[in-house]
């Protein structure tokens, strides 16, 4: 099992996603004679996880039932461990689009915190992409490096524990795009710069507050960086439903049909005898999401 390439069977030492409901799902890692206690009873690792496929529906002590899921970078967000605030997908989607990242890519990251991103990142640019990321709090670094190892992905990864701000990123001219998420993404701003390729490249930045964006557009026009543009994404989710809608009565069809020879006329035809009608559609949320934060995207030009 890895992060980055799909098993079908559950081995032992796998992080795999167990599966109660679409709001309740939690990480565990299989080892064998070990127990994992659920709403619903026991999942015993041996007999009830080692050996199965990915996806199977496990019955557990209790009579209820689980499923157990394969890790993916969308279900470790969910379920992670929390060390710090972390990105969901709404911004992960749209921060890997727009730094434009792609099988391959070298992509450099500060600061970890608690890895959502990062994985998401890692199975992008797998097999043959690379990530430098670079986290200030030396246990938070620490955790996140074991967890890269745990999930088979350190192979693509590089993890720093270091000021990004005084010490930069550890490499120069190798990063095809850029990512910071820090108190004070100004102050980094000149070591993106120093660790993109000459020939360009796209860095974002995630800062909750309109003044830190202020600051870092200014960094970004000063070090050259051209094409910046600061978005916010809030998702709306729309319910669908079937409805049931009445149909109006007009009474009888007024038009009247003339007979070939022109003698003869019709009676008025009835109303069809339907008084309602059901249809799919969809009805917007009455709350959504609010503010998570602002991500300003800039452009290295060619040198």
């Excluded at 709001?23 to 026991?42: E, F, I, L």
């Excluded at 992008?124 to 992409?129: E, N």
């Excluded at 990123?169 to 701003?189: C, K, N, Q, R």
Aim: glycine content about 8%; overall charge neutral; hydrophobic content about 35%.
């Amino acid at each position: 099992m890895s992060f980055v390439e799909y098993a079908d069977c559950i081995q032992e030492g796998d992080i795999a996603i167990v599966y109660q409901s679409h709001d309740s799902m939690m990480p565990v890692k299989v080892q064998r004679g070990a127990q994992t206690q659920t709403r619903y009873g026991v999942i015993r690792h041996s007999s009830d996880l080692i050996g199965r496929r990915y996806g199977s529906k496990i019955t557990c002590s209790k009579g209820g039932w689980v499923h157990v899921l394969h890790p993916t970078p969308e279900l470790w967000t969910i379920t992670l461990p929390h060390r710090t605030q972390i990105l969901y997908t709404t911004d992960i989607a749209t921060i890997t689009m727009m730094l434009e990242l792609k099988p391959g890519s070298i992509v450099c990251e500060s600061g970890t915190g608690s890895g959502s991103l990062s994985h998401a990142i890692l199975r992008t640019i797998a097999p043959t992409g690379h990530l430098h990321t670079v986290e200030f709090h030396q246990q938070r670094a620490e955790k996140v490096a074991e967890e890269f190892k745990e999930h088979r992905v350190d192979h693509l990864v590089t993890v720093r524990n270091q000021d990004v701000c005084k010490d930069g990123f550890g490499v120069t001219g190798v990063a095809d795009a850029v990512f910071l998420d820090i108190p004070s993404p100004w102050e980094a701003v000149k070591h993106a710069k120093a660790a993109m390729k000459r020939h360009g490249g796209r860095v974002c930045s995630f800062s909750p507050c309109i003044e830190q964006v202020q600051k870092t557009c200014e960094a970004l026009v000063d070090q050259g960086f051209e094409e910046l543009s600061t978005l916010e994404v809030l998702l709306r989710v729309h319910d669908v439903r079937t409805v049931s809608l009445a149909l109006p009565d007009f009474g009888p069809d007024p038009s009247v049909q003339t007979q070939p020879d022109g003698t003869e006329k019709t009676t008025p035809t009835a109303a069809p005898n339907q008084t309602s009608i059901s249809l799919k559609t969809t009805v917007p949320p009455r709350e959504i999401p609010g503010h998570t934060g602002y991500l300003t995207f800039a452009t290295k030009p060619r040198t």
